[in-house]
């Protein structure tokens, strides 16, 4: 599967079943455009386990603000709709490997 970009009007039914790794960014955040390729890697690598999604903040600042996002990059990780597990800033794949297999 592809990463796909979610928005405010779609956000609860793209999270709602399964595994599912948010990515919370801007278009302007540097840390945001590091860990870009390594979700791209990681969506590559375990497409079979996990969903990932995209939200731009400054478009959807409703879903930002309801998960009280606050920096960026923040990475949410859904199970069937409830967050499971959080992590803030930039992070090696292998960090969020580790967290996508503690939940799968």
């Known amino acids: 599967m592809a990463i796909?970009?979610?928005t405010d009007q779609n956000f609860s039914k793209e999270t709602a079943e399964g595994l599912v790794l948010v990515d919370f960014w801007a278009p302007w955040c540097g840390p945001c455009k590091m860990i870009a390729p390594v979700l791209e890697e990681i969506d590559g690598e375990m497409e079979d386990k996990v969903q990932i999604v995209?939200?731009?903040v400054d478009e959807n600042q409703e879903t930002a603000g309801k998960y009280g996002v606050m920096s960026i990059p923040t990475l949410l990780l859904f199970k069937d709709g409830n967050v499971v597990d959080?992590?803030?800033?930039f992070q090696p794949k292998e960090?969020?490997?580790d967290l996508i297999?503690?939940?799968a």
């Not at 959080?86 to 800033?89: A, M, R, S, T």
Request: aromatic content about 0%; proline content about 0%.
């Open 101 to 103: 297999n503690k939940h």
């Open 95 to 97: 960090a969020l490997v």
């Open 4 to 6: 796909i970009n979610v």
């Open 54 to 56: 995209k939200l731009d």
């Open 86 to 89: 959080q992590v803030i800033g």
